[in-house]
């Protein structure tokens, strides 16, 4: 795999580096040990460093001694190469026994690991699973979703392979449509068409020691915690929307997934073939599929189709604005999508309160925040118990790697002071192309950049929680074992080495122990 080649030739760069960087490693090493001593018996979250994906284990002290609840173990675009080694280090933390494994989504940023070291993870005994319910194959039409999501999803990456212009939104897009399919990440599946996503899949729900339950939920549901966990620990499922939430508010992904629904139906929209002409010959919205612009109608828009009235000439600005950009806004609808499915956790310990939002987007965090449909443009006010639930919150993981489209900031605004966050994310150039691996940061003042961290989500959040906040791309990544050297990310200001109380940094990760 590229990524492991790229740290190998890292490491031989840097090697004359190293040896004059020793003690600091020594004193590293220290910090970490001491961390182990000091988290016995107490509440703690540990974040490893993967690169742009999750990979979060809550240890909960029990009367039968610490329990283990993994959520999410994957790494899409940037990774780093440090898989492996985490999951080794998991498996000794926890000596291959966890009490609760949660999938949050169907993407390979938060599935990937289960598919690379899904030899290792046979190994591991578990007590149960949790996954959305979007994924519960006992329901027909999650089924077929996932295979249409598949099947636009290769349509769209063969089209936009194709394009001549292959400029940074396009290579987004595609970004976006490997982390749907989980294809092209050098794993082997069992057959030839299962994607790293499906080998993850079959891996939690079919192959761990213990042959757990699977458990499908949506928020709302009352979720069966295992025995190990039960009398510790209480869960609350917030997010995603139900599958049924009656005409006022479909869930939330629901729009999309119809849109997405009809391009596996009846083909992606002829904008190739448009587009050499686009501009001797600008193509007006009658010359596309009515469903094209599904998305940007309302059904009053529907209603007054008429040529020269507004709505129409609504729908031409539309058609101008994202007539070279179809294919890119349907890639843009196979993510959002994904992330709209995921699973809103609160865990209750010992009277902390976690919160644990995968990647929920817009329309998932308006389903709890507000219990209806809201376009963010006429805000209603937050429901008490969401403010009450975000008031008082302890931990936050903070959503979707830092994007600000997962992190809305009314919720942010309602956010505890005193919580600490984490944030697993990537913006490290420690790789090759020197490129930040999501997004990019727009150099004109006047126009938002489409970084991923956003940086001034980021700094926000920072004054916001007094520097509660660590990102798991500051952690340097220095174990000669596995041949891994990475750096801290350039947005890293050494904050790592004024972590605030009860933070401390091992090899691969950061803890955080909750007081007593
Ligand atoms: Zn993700």
Redesign the pocket.
């Known amino acids: 795999m590229a990524t492991k080649k790229a740290s190998k030739k890292t490491t031989k760069k840097s090697a004359t580096k190293k040896a004059a960087r020793k003690p600091a490693k020594k004193a590293a090493k220290k910090v970490a040990t001491k961390t182990r001593a000091g988290g016995k018996g107490q509440l703690r979250v540990r974040m490893y460093r993967v690169g742009?994906?999750?990979f979060f284990l809550i240890t909960v002290p029990t009367k039968a001694g610490p329990k283990h609840i993994l959520i999410d173990c994957?790494v899409?675009a940037g990774d780093i190469g440090s898989m492996e080694a985490c999951v080794q280090d998991l498996a000794k933390e926890t000596n291959r026994k966890l009490a609760l494994v949660v999938v949050t989504h169907y993407?390979a940023?938060?599935l990937s690991g289960f598919a690379s070291q899904f030899e290792e993870f046979t190994k591991f005994e578990v007590d149960m699973v949790w996954i959305t319910n979007r994924l519960d194959p006992s329901r027909k039409d999650s089924r077929k979703f996932k295979a249409q999501i598949a099947e636009v999803a290769n349509k769209l990456q063969l089209r936009l392979g194709a394009r001549e212009n292959q400029d940074e939104a396009t290579a987004l897009a595609m970004a976006k449509l490997q982390?749907a399919t989980g294809r092209a990440f050098g794993v082997k599946g069992k057959k030839k068409k299962e994607g790293s996503n499906e080998k993850a899949l079959r891996l939690v729900t079919k192959e761990f020691g213990g042959k757990p339950p699977v458990k499908y939920y949506q928020g709302g549901q009352k979720p069966l915690l295992p025995k190990s966990l039960q009398g510790t620990i209480t869960a609350e499922l917030l997010g995603p929307a139900p599958l049924t939430s009656g005409k006022e508010f479909a869930s939330s992904d629901n729009k999309s997934a119809q849109y997405i629904m009809h391009a596996a139906d009846n083909g992606l929209p002829p904008t190739d073939t448009l587009m050499p002409f686009e501009k001797k010959w600008p193509a007006v919205a009658g010359d596309y599929n009515e469903w094209t612009f599904k998305e940007y109608r309302t059904e009053a828009d529907i209603k007054a189709r008429v040529p020269g009235t507004e709505t129409w000439l609504r729908m031409e600005k539309a058609l101008q604005d994202a007539q070279p950009d179809t294919l890119l806004a349907i890639a843009d609808a196979v993510d959002g999508t994904l992330?709209n499915q995921s699973l809103v956790i609160l865990f209750t310990c010992k009277g902390k309160k976690l919160l644990f939002v995968?990647?929920a987007q817009w329309g998932n965090w308006a389903y709890w925040l507000y219990g209806k449909k809201s376009t963010g443009q006429d805000l209603p006010t937050i429901k008490e118990r969401a403010n009450e639930i975000l008031g008082s919150i302890d931990f936050y993981k903070v959503g979707?790697?830092g994007s600000s489209n997962a992190n809305p900031i009314p919720a942010m605004a309602a956010l505890n002071p005193t919580c600490v966050s984490m944030c697993s994310t990537e913006s490290s150039d420690a790789y090759p192309g020197k490129k930040r691996p999501y997004g990019t940061i727009s150099k004109d003042p006047n126009k938002k950049g489409t970084e991923v961290p956003r940086i001034t989500l980021m700094e926000e959040m920072e004054k916001r929680t007094h520097n509660r906040l660590v990102r798991s791309d500051w952690i340097e990544l220095d174990d000669p074992k596995a041949e891994l050297e990475v750096k801290a990310s350039p947005e890293a200001k050494g904050q790592l080495k004024k972590l605030p109380p009860n933070f401390s940094k091992g090899d691969l990760y950061v803890d955080y122990v909750f007081p007593k």
Do not use: E, Q
Request: glycine share 22%.
């Open positions: 742009f994906g999750d994957g899409h993407h940023d938060h982390n992330n995968g990647d979707h790697h």
